[in-house]
């Protein structure tokens, strides 16, 4: 059973930057696909971005130009950085990980606030 840890988060100002990023306990090239999620208080959960072990990446719409998702295959881990936040980027964001079944992380809190 994989676990996903995510770690980086916090408190930052509009227009600031945060990177996230998620330690896998097994390799990751044996996922067929890993992704960032995130959860705004009081709505859905919401694709951000995800790169397939082929190493095709999509973003989401409001996010393109500003976050970069990438993996480092030798630490185990997949990276989320983020520039120009805004306060709607503020959620919990979820590493996903997907191989025969899906595994979550607990999330880490991001608030973009003055």
């Known amino acids: 059973q994989a676990r996903l840890v995510e770690s980086g988060g916090g408190l930052v100002q509009p227009g600031g930057s945060l990177r996230l990023s998620c330690a896998a306990t097994?390799?990751?090239?044996?996922?067929?696909?890993m992704a960032w999620y995130r959860q705004a208080p009081g709505k859905e959960r919401e694709l951000v971005a995800r790169?397939?072990?082929?190493?095709?990446?999509d973003y989401a719409d409001s996010v393109k130009g500003r976050f970069t998702i990438s993996r480092d295959m030798a630490r185990n881990t997949m990276n989320l950085g983020m520039n120009s936040l805004k306060p709607e980027d503020t959620g919990v964001y979820y590493c996903?990980?997907?191989?025969?079944?899906?595994?979550w992380g607990q999330g880490t809190n991001v608030t973009v606030s003055l």
């Open positions: 996903f990980a997907h191989r025969c079944v899906g595994y």
């Open positions: 790169i397939a072990g082929g190493g095709s990446i």
């Open positions: 097994e390799r990751i090239f044996s996922f067929s696909v």
